[in-house]
């Protein structure tokens, strides 16, 4: 098996981004590019207003569980994640998000690196795309009129909106307006606070994926799919190759883990490196005990809430109630990239919202000083809405669902801690995945005061007006019933992070340095969302 320099592992947003930027370095080093899955290249995954049902397939989604969730009467969460190059850039729902400039200095602030101030962060964002902003109408632009100088002209990403604007979006941001809420045309300048429609990853009909970063790559950048890397191959301390089954794959150079959240620390600890009671309980020979392998999971949380609308007031049921219309939808998207399929329930408004009911509760108060003092930077929010996002009934019961608007409360800077851990030295077992959601009553204080707020809102008027009933609400603005509802309806929105955390020399807690170089080991590092130490909003 020839050598290469560089092996990334994980064709993802991070391994696609990272092994194309290897690649086209000065010295043209031999990359090899590892992806679990497959190539992901055919069209019917690219239409805009399909994207809801991606993570649905079995080709594209491992269908990951987590464990029973205690504080959500036991439930077990879909931790849904993507394969195929591309990664979870194939199955999530398009958002272009990349948080608010103070969660970037906090980032600077624990690992003590300033590359991570928001001022050097930007432009690395700026490099990954290709920002259009032409198909904003006029009467758009109070909600999404983002500022040249914030966006990218020049990357391989696409970055934009549907070319074609729907008036029940905009409707609905109306509504938050006239309710008093603060609108912001530029949620991607580093202050998100308000509400505005963010970029999405596609453009003129089509779906952005970190895939794309990998078209016109170098002739020194090799790509094999269908490759689970099962552990990393060390000369003593020191990574010199990945198992692929029955293959061994040699780097010169280094090694980079780029396989996300759950399976990098899967990885880690089938090579040795992780707790070292976990390894021995399954066999696993213990190359360097790092015993905060796996732990500090961190992800959001959500949860609906739906109100059963006059039927005017939307035009998405009656087009997924006919057969034909999708039919001639599909024809129309296969011909020019046009129609429904590019636009249908594809821009539509979010909500970066403070609380100070939350800076005034006991919870908030009992935060450590320096987590408190985080939370109050201007450009940090509390809880985030989706507002008018596509309902799950109208692609899964067509026939009978009815008219709705759906509102997503998003909990955000949760406190709970959870872990990745061993159930079997067999590589083709999945970890157990414990986010210990809802565990510390900061984070139930989030979701109480953000479902509340947004409660009073659609109930009252001019929300109210079209409302026929509700359908998924809380049975009343008490604590008690809201939580309630949290138990029965909150879900993952799959930003895991902080399995293999990054931080300071002084960190005892972190497992790679500020170089992403794996402690206790050479020539291995971790480039991927494990390394986080907060969650960005």
Known sequence: MKDHDFIVVGGGPAGCSLAVQ?????????????????????????????????????????????????????????????????????????????GPKDDFEEIARIVDDDDWHWENI????KALEHFHGESIPDKTRPFANPLPENHGKNGKLHIGYSEEWDDVSLYYTGLFQKA?????????????????????????????MASDMLMHAPENL???????????????????????????????????????????????????????????????????????????????????????????????????????????AQVQWDKDRTGSLSSLGCNFPLAFLKSEELYQSQEFQ??????????????????????????????????????VVL???????????????????DFSAPLLYNPCAFSHPFDRRVAIEGIRTTMKTMLSAPFSDDTVR???????????????????????????????????????TACVDKEFRVRGVERLRVVDMSVFPILPK
């Open 470 to 508: 509700p359908i998924n609400l809380p049975k009343s603005f008490s604590d008690e019933d809201i939580f309630e509802h949290v138990q029965d309806n909150a879900l993952s929105t799959w930003h895991m992070a902080g399995t293999v955390k990054m931080g300071g020399e002084e960190d005892e």
């Open 222 to 328: 090799t790509i094999n799919t269908h490759s689970a890397v099962e552990r990393v191959i060390f000369n003593e301390k020191v990574a010199t190759g990945v198992q692929v089954g029955e293959k061994q794959y040699n780097a010169v150079k280094e090694i980079f883990l780029c396989a996300g959240a759950l399976d990098t620390p899967k990885i880690l600890m089938h090579s040795g490196i992780g707790p070292a009671a976990q390894l021995e309980k399954f066999g696993i020979a213990v190359l360097y005990d790092s015993p905060y392998i796996g732990q500090g999971l961190r992800d959001h949380f959500h949860c609906p809430l739906v109100l059963q609308r006059q039927e005017h007031t939307t035009k998405v049921p009656a087009f997924w109630r006919d057969p034909t219309n999708l039919a001639n």
């Open 122 to 125: 930007l432009p690395k964002y």
């Open 22 to 98: 290897l690649a086209e370095s000065p010295r043209r080093p031999r990359v090899l590019l590892l992806e679990l899955g497959g190539k992901n290249d055919g069209s019917s995954m690219r239409a805009p207003a399909t994207r809801w049902v991606h993570h649905t397939d079995p080709q594209l989604n491992p269908f990951y569980k987590t464990v029973p969730q205690a504080n959500l009467k036991n439930r077990v969460i879909n931790y849904d994640r993507g394969i195929g190059l591309g990664g979870s850039s194939a199955v999530n729902f398009c958002v272009y998000d990349i």
């Open 366 to 403: 009992s935060l450590p000083e320096h987590e408190k003092t985080h939370l109050l930077q201007s450009t940090v929010p509390s809880y985030e809405l989706g507002i008018n996002v596509p309902y799950e009934g109208h692609f899964t019961d067509p026939l009978n669902a009815v008219a």
């Open 407 to 425: 509102v997503f409360v998003f909990c955000l800077n949760l406190q709970s801690r959870g872990s990745v851990t061993l159930q079997s030295s």
């Open 180 to 208: 008093g809420y603060k609108m912001n045309p530029d949620l991607n300048s580093g202050d998100p606070i308000g509400v505005g429609y963010p970029a999405h990853t596609f453009h003129k009909g089509w779906r952005t």
